[in-house]
């Protein structure tokens, strides 16, 4: 297993910017598919964007203008760099393997966007 720490969430107004970081604690993560996910009061979590061992990512319709996935493999983190936040991006934030396969959750990073 591989543990996952988010963080660089917080409290942002409408318009403005976040970079989350996903840090893995051991490295096999340079060879796996890793992903952003997003789970919002009362609701389901949903995927955000996903990026490969070569750097391919893949968003979310709704985020693909705003948000870009990075990697750094040498230092087993993945980013997400957030621009133009909305209140519908407010959400617990999460990363992990892409497809998951039992891969427990980390603790997440809360991201409250005020209108």
């Known amino acids: 297993q591989v543990q996952f720490v988010e963080s660089g969430g917080g409290l942002v107004q409408a318009g403005g910017s976040l970079r989350l970081s996903c840090a893995a604690s051991r490295g096999t993560f340079g060879f796996n598919v890793i992903a952003w996910f997003r789970q919002a009061p009362g609701k389901s979590r949903a995927f955000v964007a996903s990026?490969?061992?070569?750097?391919?990512?893949v968003y979310a319709d709704s985020m693909k203008d705003r948000f870009t996935i990075s990697r750094d493999n040498s230092k087993n983190t993945v980013y997400l760099q957030m621009n133009s936040l909305k209140p519908e991006d407010t959400a617990l934030y999460y990363c992990?393997?892409?497809?998951?396969?039992?891969?427990?959750w980390g603790q997440g990073t809360q991201v409250t966007v005020s209108s």
């Open positions: 990026i490969s061992r070569g750097s391919d990512t």
């Open positions: 992990n393997f892409l497809p998951r396969n039992d891969n427990p």
